[in-house]
């Protein structure tokens, strides 16, 4: 399986997307990371894997 690697901006928060195939239309498979925003806080990690 081949991944790619891209930039995302949602409300402002940068990070990166990681796709299975680069389509998520096929695959609805995704992790999304961003550093955190603010002083404390954690790195924000988002998984989407139902349908990988």
Known sequence: ???KVT???VSGREGLR???NA???ANKCE???SQ???AGELPLV???IDEC
Request: avoid cysteine; charged fraction near 35%; charge should be negative.
């Open 23 to 25: 389509d998520y239309a």
């Open 7 to 9: 930039d995302y901006n």
């Open 18 to 20: 990681i796709r299975p």
């Open 1 to 3: 399986v081949d991944f």
């Open 46 to 48: 988002e998984v989407e």
């Open 31 to 33: 992790i999304r990371y």
């Open 36 to 38: 955190p925003v603010a």
